[in-house]
Structure formats: structure tokens, C-alpha cells
């Protein structure tokens, strides 16, 4: 069966570091997400990404995020210059018609 | 804009019994998708279930079934003969079916943790 697939899994990172957090969606999606869930609330959308450019995006995604499909496979979230409050899961998304989620990224940042 | 609340921040039901989570969501729209995420302890989200809003008809997935109420704007999830790998964080979400092109994210509740005692 198909999925998503994230990397890494977990990511230690120090404060005002640039980390990048990788996604795999599955190939014939057309629709992709980042969203994050800081330990013990809800889950947040972060940005959608749609025809090779971003569709919307919330008043957390700061010009310290960035998003990029760079080769038609991959789909990544960069943080330009972490802080300490950034520390959450991240779960990346891709549909077509289901959303189906990656296993998440648990991003450290101390 | 869309909301989506969760009123039971926990749940507690016995190994093989039912128990219902509560929902309600806000919206203008009259076209929509509901649905219910299961977090286990991996973090993972897993989808349980969906409910499309023209549809008047209760979806239903096993031992999963939803009471959806459009008038009330509510979406309540049972679990029935409840196992011990049900115990989990449930989220309840929605999803606007505007046309193609639109971002239709995904709004999410706060979460119902629910716990399954043996």
C-alpha cells in the first residue's frame, strides 16, 4: 500500500540552526501539506502546496518557513532559523481525494 | 471561518463496552467532509473514518460508527466492543469540498484521549 514517508524521524537541532525536514508523498497526489503538533494540542496546518506552488498558508508559517517540491518527488520543510517554541511533531500530507499523513518528524530544538 | 470543538478533553471506557466521543463543528458551508483521526502513542495519524455532509446516511467502518447530525452540526464517533489498541488520542476534523484547486485543509479539534481499562 502506499504512504508518505518522512525524514527523519527525530531531529535534535540547536537554536538559530537551519534544519530541513523531509517528505515523500505518494506519486499521483496532487495536494500537499506540512502541519504541526506541539507535544499535547492539536494538530496546526502550516502551508498546502498545490501546482508546484503554495495555495495557503497560516499566520505560523513566518518567512522563516519555507517549503519546496525540488524534484517532482520530494517534498520539503525548511526552517530557516530555529527557536525553541518551533519543537513539535510535523507531520507532512499528500491527497487526491483522502489525506493520508507520514509518521511525523519530532523536531528538538534546544 | 470553520471550527471544530472537542468537549471531552478525556474518555474512559472498559474493554468491550461502547463509547461514544462528542463533536461539533461550525461552518457556513454546505459541502464538507468530516472525519476521525486516531493518534496512538507512535504519534501516527490514522484515519478511522469519514462522513461526507450531502450524504444522510451514518458511515460506518467495522466496529466504528458515527452519529452525524447536520442540522446540529454534530459528529459524534462509537467504538464499539472496545479493544485495548483503541486507546488513543481521537481527533475529530473537517474538510471544506470546494472545487479543485482549493487548499481544503484540515481543521482540527483538540482531541478526545481515551483510555481502554482491561
Known amino acids: 500500500e502506499p504512504e508518505v514517508t518522512q525524514t527523519p524521524s527525530h531531529q535534535v537541532t540547536q537554536m538559530g540552526q537551519e534544519v530541513i525536514l523531509r517528505c515523500v508523498p505518494i506519486?499521483?497526489?496532487?495536494?500537499f501539506y506540512w502541519y504541526r503538533q506541539i507535544l499535547g494540542q492539536k494538530v496546526e496546518f502550516l502551508v498546502s502546496f498545490y501546482n508546484n506552488e503554495i495555495s495557503e498558508k497560516s499566520e505560523i508559517f513566518d518567512d522563516q518557513f519555507s517549503v519546496e517540491r525540488p524534484d517532482g518527488s520530494n517534498f520539503t520543510l525548511k526552517i530557516r532559523s530555529t527557536k525553541l517554541e518551533d519543537s513539535a511533531m510535523y507531520f507532512c500530507?499528500?491527497?487526491?481525494?483522502?489525506?493520508?499523513f507520514g509518521q511525523g518528524t519530532r523536531l528538538t530544538v534546544v | 471561518a470553520q471550527t471544530v470543538t472537542q468537549s471531552q478533553p478525556e474518555m474512559s471506557v472498559q474493554e468491550a463496552e461502547t463509547v461514544t466521543l462528542s463533536c461539533t463543528y461550525d461552518t457556513s458551508e454546505s459541502d464538507y467532509y468530516l472525519f476521525w483521526y486516531k493518534q496512538p502513542p507512535s504519534r501516527q495519524m490514522i484515519l478511522v473514518i469519514r462522513q461526507e455532509a450531502y450524504k444522510q446516511q451514518n458511515a460506518t467502518e467495522n466496529r466504528f460508527s458515527v452519529n452525524f447530525q447536520k442540522a446540529a452540526k454534530s459528529f459524534s464517533l462509537k467504538i464499539s466492543d472496545s479493544q485495548l489498541g483503541d486507546a488513543a488520542m481521537y481527533f475529530c476534523a473537517y474538510r471544506s469540498a470546494r472545487s479543485r484547486g482549493a487548499t481544503n485543509k484540515l481543521i482540527f479539534g483538540t482531541g478526545t484521549l481515551l483510555a481502554v481499562q482491561p
Open positions: 506519486s499521483n497526489h496532487l495536494y
Open positions: 500530507a499528500s491527497r487526491t481525494g483522502e489525506a493520508f
